[in-house]
Nanobody, 122 residues
Framework: QVQLVESGGGLVQAGGSLRLSCAASGRTFSSYAMGWFRQAPGKERESVAA????????FYADSVKGRFTISRDNAKNTVYLQMNSLKPEDTAVYYC???????????????WGQGTLVTVSS
């Protein structure tokens, strides 16, 4: 089983930036597409971004397009989410996830991380 550990969350002011990291265990990281999801209190978990096996295909939700950047380093078994121009609406627990398919959808996720909290104040 692939195990995922997110880090980099915290409290920031609107307009600020954070970089989230997701470190994966195992030797088959490059065989998975990776996704970032977020879930705010009382709301459904939603897809934020996804990246294909070698990073050649990328998906962003309309709400974060132009502000967030997803990337991966297969040599380090790590996927990143650079978040710029943060808004209060971005406040949520952010989760990374693996999938054998791209784009990454919740019904096809193989592994979830435990999540990291991002809080954006106004």
């Amino acid at each position: 089983q692939v195990q995922l550990v997110e880090s980099g969350g915290g409290l920031v002011q609107a307009g600020g930036s954070l970089r989230l990291s997701c470190a994966a265990s195992g030797r088959t990281f490059s065989s998975y597409a990776m996704g970032w999801f977020r879930q705010a209190p009382g709301k459904e978990r939603e897809s934020v971004a996804a990246i294909s096996w070698r990073g050649r295909s990328i998906f962003y939700a309309d709400s974060v397009k132009g502000r967030f950047t997803i990337s991966r380093d297969n040599a380090k078994n790590t996927v990143y989410l650079q978040m710029n121009s943060l808004k209060p609406e971005d406040t949520a627990v952010y989760y990374c996830a693996t999938s054998h398919n791209f784009p990454v959808v919740t019904t096809e996720v193989n592994s979830w991380g435990q999540g990291t909290l991002v809080t954006v104040s106004s």
